[in-house]
Every structure is written in structure tokens, then in C-alpha cells.
């Protein structure tokens, strides 16, 4: 299995080595996750690299592969398929957990058109994340685990998106606001300077969008360029 170019070079602040044990929680214990995120995962393989790639992530991680996508199952799971991409392809498991966000964003896009349609833009989406987006999230997945976001303001005027989960899991918000950008038809630029990876307590990232002549896009999985 090759991952295709969608995945960025690592920048010197990701922590994760290949193989690294991922996620790098904060000692609170297991936390379920989701059916769903499972789904859009073999979804988004299966579609770039195919069945036979899925098969042997499972058969690595030693898993079944049985997901409904309102069931919940140990992030363990998921830890270890992380494990073993980045295993497979010699590539950190962040760049894998990214890569996986930008990718679910369209196909979250196409099942639940309702959370998107009433915006026009990257940075109007962002915003409603916490009231709007995660109780909606809750309403169609009961028990979701979500993390908490708090917005700012940058003295440029960009957003400064504060996030905390003991998952952390801030490279797939990174690879989520990527796949925000490119449904919007916008280019993003993103900066991460305080990361719960890194020591600190919570996570910061800075979003700067901007258009790119394109417009929004219609919903369809396909790879980002």
C-alpha cells in the first residue's frame, strides 16, 4: 500500500516517529470510539488503494474489521490501525491521522449535507463547530466523544482554534480543516505553535483561509490535489 502525494512532508514539530505508539493519550484510559470513524477509514482506503490494502491493515493491526457506525469500540482499534499504516508506509502516524482527516471531510460531507450547505465559506463552518456542528454530531452518533474547542482572534485576524481531547488528535483536526478548505474551494495555512504532544496543555492552532478563485465545491470524495 503507497499513500498518494495528498499526505505532506512531517514538519520538524511532529513528535511520532514511523511505528511510534499512537494516539499519545494523557493516561485518562480508553475512550470509545465511534463506528463511523472506522467506516470513512475504509472507505478512504479502500477507494485510494483497495480492498486487499484493507485486508492487510486489518490482518497487521490483527483486527476483524466488523464496525457499524453507531457502535463504539476501543480507540485501541484505531490506535493500532494507525500503527500499522505508518508502519507499512515508513511514515509518521500524524501524517497518516492528517491525511485520514482531509479525506473524511468530503465523505462526512456527502452523508450529512445539512451540517454545510447553510455556509459559503471555510472560517464560517469553523466557527459553529462547538455550537452548532458537535451537538449535531451527538444528535447523529449518541456517545460520540468530541473535542472542545474555543475560538480567538490572531493580530492579523486569522482564527486561533484552541483544542483539547485526551485523545489528542489535533493532526486530524489539522487534515479536517485541509478537507474544509478544499470543499469550500479555499486554501488554508495552518500553524500549530502550542501542541499537548509538545508539553503543553492544550492545543493551538492558527487557520488562516483564503479563497482561491474557485468556489465551494460539490461534495465528492475525491483526493485532494
Aim: hydrophobic share 40%; net charge negative; glycine share 10%.
Amino acid at each position: 500500500m503507497e499513500l498518494k502525494q495528498t499526505v505532506r512532508v512531517a514538519e520538524e514539530s511532529d513528535v511520532s516517529a514511523p511505528g511510534a505508539e499512537w494516539p499519545l493519550t494523557d493516561g485518562e484510559g480508553s475512550i470509545a470510539v465511534k463506528g463511523v470513524v472506522f467506516n470513512l477509514l475504509e472507505q478512504i482506503v479502500i477507494r485510494e488503494h483497495g480492498e486487499d490494502a484493507w485486508d492487510e491493515l486489518l490482518d497487521s493491526a490483527g483486527l476483524e474489521g466488523s464496525y457499524t457506525s453507531l457502535g463504539s469500540y476501543e480507540d485501541a482499534d484505531l490506535a493500532k490501525l494507525v500503527g500499522a499504516a505508518s508502519g507499512a508506509l515508513n511514515l509518521p502516524p500524524d501524517e497518516i491521522v492528517r491525511w485520514f482527516g482531509r479525506n473524511a471531510l468530503p465523505l462526512f460531507a456527502v452523508s450529512h449535507p445539512q451540517l454545510f450547505e447553510r455556509h459559503s465559506s471555510g472560517r464560517t463552518f469553523v466557527l459553529t463547530l462547538n455550537d452548532i456542528i458537535h451537538p449535531e454530531v451527538r444528535k447523529l452518533y449518541p456517545g460520540a466523544d468530541v473535542p472542545v474547542f474555543d475560538f480567538a482572534s490572531t493580530p492579523t485576524g486569522d482564527i486561533a482554534m484552541g483544542y483539547h481531547s485526551s485523545r489528542k488528535m489535533c493532526s486530524f483536526a489539522e487534515g479536517l480543516l485541509e478537507g474544509t478548505a478544499d470543499y469550500f474551494g479555499e486554501q488554508v495555512a495552518i500553524v500549530q505553535p502550542l501542541c499537548m504532544k509538545r508539553g503543553d496543555e492544550r492545543c493551538v492552532i492558527e487557520i488562516s483561509f483564503a479563497e482561491d478563485g474557485h468556489g465551494p465545491v460539490a461534495a465528492q470524495p475525491g483526493v485532494p490535489a
